[in-house]
Every structure is written in structure tokens, then in C-alpha cells.
């Protein structure tokens, strides 16, 4: 069965750090490319970074290049995002989400099969 839990969500000041888990179970995340979503009040969720499994390539939003990173550790079967230089408007429920597909750039959401249940990430003074 497939099972995808995130960890690391919260509250921190703007400028600070997170790093958020996706610990996955029922699957190699190896195998399939895997993403990280955000969606805030009122808006669509969006991709924030995209980790390939072919070729190990990565693609992140404009809005988070630079201070976002996405990794891979296939021993423990995690993908984690560590994210630097928080803003106000990085504040979202954060999601971890697997591909449907194994050879793929999926971009769109309805290109992911399972979902985690979300972690909020709230950056505040």
C-alpha cells in the first residue's frame, strides 16, 4: 500500500529555515518522479520542485529558485525540501506527491497518483 507522510511543517520567522520530510512506504521513490505542491487560502496548489527519476533532474518555481531545494535519499526512502530565506508568502500546506508515471515530467497535478496529508508552513514576525 502506497503511503506518503510529511514531516517538518510549522511556524518561523521570516528569513528562517525548514526542512520538510516526505518519508514514503509501498514504493521506491527511485522509481518515480516526486514533487512537493504548496497551496495557500484561496489559491490552486502549485508546484514548488520536481525531482525526476530519470536522469535525477530537478525543476523548481521561479518564485522559490535558489532558496528551495529538493533531495533524495533512496536508503531511507524520503524526499526532503529544504527551504532557506522564508517570506510571508511562502506560507501554504505543503504537500509530497509521487508520479504516476515512472518516465515522466509531470508539472500538473492531475499527473500524481498519491498525496501526502499536507504539512503547514506558516513564515511570521
Known amino acids: 500500500q502506497v503511503q506518503l507522510v510529511e514531516s517538518g511543517g510549522g511556524l518561523v520567522q521570516p528569513g528562517g529555515s525548514l526542512r520538510l520530510s516526505c518519508a514514503a512506504s509501498?514504493?521506491?521513490?527511485?522509481?518515480?518522479?516526486m514533487s512537493w505542491f504548496r497551496q495557500a487560502p484561496g489559491k490552486e496548489r502549485e508546484l514548488v520542485a520536481l525531482?525526476?527519476?530519470?536522469?535525477?533532474?530537478?525543476r523548481y518555481a521561479d518564485s522559490v529558485k535558489g532558496r528551495f531545494t529538493i533531495s533524495r535519499n533512496n536508503t531511507k526512502n524520503t524526499v526532503d525540501l529544504q527551504m532557506n530565506a522564508l517570506k510571508p508568502e511562502d506560507t501554504a500546506v505543503y504537500y509530497c506527491?509521487?508520479?504516476?508515471?515512472?518516465?515522466?515530467?509531470?508539472?500538473?497535478?492531475?499527473?500524481?497518483?498519491?498525496w501526502g496529508q499536507g504539512t503547514q508552513v506558516t513564515v511570521s514576525s
Open positions: 506527491a509521487k508520479a504516476r508515471l515512472s518516465y515522466s515530467y509531470p508539472v500538473r497535478t492531475d499527473e500524481y497518483d498519491y
Open positions: 509501498g514504493f521506491a521513490v527511485r522509481n518515480y518522479p
Open positions: 525531482y525526476t527519476s530519470v536522469a535525477e533532474l530537478t
